[in-house]
C-alpha cells in the first residue's frame, strides 16, 4: 500500500492544523495521480521529531528550542503566512485541475484515451472480482450510491443488494465465468457486451433443476460513472428466454 511520510521538527513552523492540511492535500495529489481507485489504500503519516534530535546528512544539529520562543515569533507567523499561501495555491491549482476534468468529462472517448482505458480496466476489474467470487472488490470500483437495473425491470440499490442478486445464479451454476465481448466507452458510460458461461450443476431459484449441461449466454451492460472514477448506475439486459431454454425451463417449440 502507499505510505506517504512527512518529518517536522515538533513544534517548529507548522501549526496542527496546517499538518492535518498537509495531510489532506498529500492524499487527494496522489489519489489525482494515480487514479480513484487507489485511495483506500493510501496512508498519509505525520511523524514528529523533537528539537536537538535531528541532523543533516548524518550530521547532528544544535537544539533548535529558540526557534518557538518570543524573539522569532514574528519568524514564525511569517514562516505560517507563506505555508498558508501556499496551502492556498494548491487548493486553486486543484480547483482548476477538477474543472478541466469536468470539461474533459464532456469529450467523446476517442479523443482521451487514458480517460477511456482506465473505465474499460475498471469493468475488467468486475468481470474479475465475479469470476474469483472475490465480490469484496465491488466496494472499491462502485460509488457507495450505485443503483442496478434489470432488463426485467428489478431495481437494486447499494453495493450489497447487488452482490446478492449474484446467489441466485452462483447456487445453479457454481463455475460461473464473465468474460467481455466488446466495451466502448463514451463520455461517463462504457457499453459492453459480456457472455456468462458453466455448468449447470445446481438448482435455479427452485424452477430449474440441475442438469449437468454448459449454459452460454450473452447480455448488454452500460455502466454510468461519477466524479470519482466509481460506477455509479448500471443497466443490463440479458438474454434470459435463451438461458430458460437452455435450463429446460420451456419448450423450443
Known amino acids: 500500500m502507499p505510505i ?44 514528529e521529531t523533537p528539537a536537538g534530535e535531528w541532523g543533516i546528512a548524518g550530521v547532528p544539529m544544535p537544539d533548535l528550542a529558540y526557534l518557538t520562543g518570543p524573539k522569532h515569533a514574528a519568524v514564525i507567523e511569517r514562516s505560517n503566512e507563506l505555508m498558508r499561501a501556499a496551502i492556498g495555491q494548491m487548493q486553486a491549482s486543484q480547483a482548476e485541475s477538477l474543472a478541466a476534468q469536468a470539461e474533459a468529462a464532456l469529450t467523446p472517448a476517442t479523443t482521451d484515451p487514458v480517460l477511456k482505458d ?15 467470487r472475490s465480490l469484496s472488490g465491488f466496494y472499491a470500483l462502485m460509488s457507495p450510491d450505485f443503483v442496478n437495473h434489470q432488463g426485467n425491470d428489478a431495481v437494486h440499490e447499494g453495493v450489497d ?6 446467489d441466485p445464479v452462483f447456487a445453479a451454476v457454481p463455475d460461473l465465468h464473465i468474460e467481455h465481448v466488446l466495451a466502448i466507452a463514451q463520455y461517463d458510460r462504457v457499453a459492453a457486451r459480456i457472455r456468462y458461461h458453466g455448468t449447470h450443476s445446481g438448482n435455479y431459484m427452485g424452477m430449474a433443476p440441475a442438469t449437468g449441461k454448459t449454459l452460454s449466454w450473452t447480455g448488454t451492460v452500460i455502466y454510468r460513472f461519477d466524479e470519482n472514477s466509481k460506477i455509479v ?10 438461458l430458460m431454454i437452455q435450463m429446460g425451463m420451456t419448450a423450443t417449440s
Open 233 to 242: 448506475e448500471r443497466w443490463e439486459d440479458v438474454d434470459t428466454l435463451g
Open 4 to 47: 506517504i511520510t512527512v518529518q517536522f521538527i515538533k513544534d517548529v513552523v507548522a501549526t496542527p492544523e496546517q499538518k492535518r492540511q498537509l495531510v489532506v492535500e498529500l492524499t487527494e495529489k496522489f489519489v489525482e495521480i494515480l487514479g480513484e481507485v487507489v485511495r483506500p489504500f493510501v496512508y498519509c503519516l505525520i511523524q
Open 161 to 166: 443488494a447487488f452482490i446478492g442478486s449474484f
Open 118 to 132: 482506465h473505465k474499460t480496466a475498471v469493468i475488467s476489474r468486475l468481470n474479475d472480482a465475479v469470476n474469483s
